[in-house]
């Protein structure tokens, strides 16, 4: 998937985002720091899994809700979508670095979001979450401010396997 038709279901997720809030979104597992959910649209299931940070460092004044997200949309023939919510907008055509131990991934940021640039680095982030301990997002706020957030792995897999399952 390319990097305009991304940015088309960027927009899209945060849209569906939003009206989701207002439908039911149901949660089908909680492991660890991860909890997977599955909401209806347009009668088809949407699932994610997600995780708030266990640590956030940088010297900013205050930020919103900070998560980090893996989403399947089988009607759109998506999965494994990983986005970054960061709390903040992002520096303008600015990336934001993901780590999961060694592995060095970089993201395209949109507003609050950064996403990957491509699916296969989608699944190959979502197969070193699989094997990971912890992972790191550092980006940059609008205002110039450096932020790092780690997120715990513990749990990732258990959720990942009930979004999978639920979301064919």
């Not at 301990?133 to 980006?139: D, K, P, Y």
Request: hydrophobic content about 40%.
């Amino acid at each position: 998937m390319g990097i305009k038709m991304r940015l088309v279901f960027a927009v899209l997720g945060c849209v569906v985002a939003t009206t989701a809030q207002a439908q039911d979104i149901k949660t089908i597992a909680t492991s660890g720091k991860w909890t997977a959910y599955v909401y209806q649209e347009d009668a088809k299931n949407v699932c994610y899994a997600q995780s708030k940070p266990i640590k956030s460092e940088g010297a900013y004044k205050s930020r919103g809700e900070v998560l980090l997200q893996v989403t399947n949309r089988p009607v759109e023939k998506a999965s494994d979508v990983v986005s970054v919510v960061a709390g903040y907008s992002y520096q303008a055509d600015s990336d934001a670095t993901v780590m999961v131990g060694s592995r060095k991934f970089t993201f395209f940021t949109f507003a609050e979001r950064a996403w990957a640039r491509d699916t296969q680095t989608d699944k190959a982030v979502v197969a070193a979450m699989s094997k990971g301990a912890s992972l790191t997002v550092q980006g940059n706020s609008s205002r110039g401010t450096p932020t790092v957030d780690t997120y715990s792995l513990q749990g990732f897999s258990a959720a990942y396997k009930a979004i999978t399952d639920t979301c064919k």
